[in-house]
Nanobody, 115 residues
Framework: QVQLVESGGGLVQPGGSLRLSCAAS????????MGWYRQAPGKQRELVAT???????NYVDSVKGRFTISRDNAKNTVYLQMNSLKFEDTAVYYC?????????WGQGTQVTVSS
């Protein structure tokens, strides 16, 4: 069973930065795509960013130019660098990993943007 463990969340002021990490218990090369999703209170979970094994990246429009997703296969870790954070980025951020027949989720990490 694959486990995904997120870390790096916290409280940050508007305009600040955070880097989230998602560490997998096994090789991330087996996942054809990995991504970050978020869920704000009272809202549906939404896709934030994804990255494929070929390092093709995709972002939701609201984070383009501010967030960067990356992966380190040697460390079995996917990152989300978040810059210029806004109040509306406040949410629980989840890591997701996809294989052909399976989807795995982490437990989530809270990001709060507040002054």
């Amino acid at each position: 069973q694959v486990q995904l463990v997120e870390s790096g969340g916290g409280l940050v002021q508007p305009g600040g930065s955070l880097r989230l990490s998602c560490a997998a218990s096994g090789s991330i090369r087996s996942f054809y795509v990995m991504g970050w999703y978020r869920q704000a209170p009272g809202k549906q979970r939404e896709l934030v960013a994804t990255i494929t094994t070929d390092a093709i990246r995709n972002y939701v429009d609201s984070v383009k130019g501010r967030f960067t997703i990356s992966r380190d296969n040697a460390k079995n870790t996917v990152y989300l660098q978040m810059n210029s954070l806004k109040f509306e980025d406040t949410a629980v951020y989840y890591c997701r990993a996809d294989r052909v027949r399976d989807v795995y989720w982490g437990q989530g990490t809270q990001v709060t943007v507040s002054s």
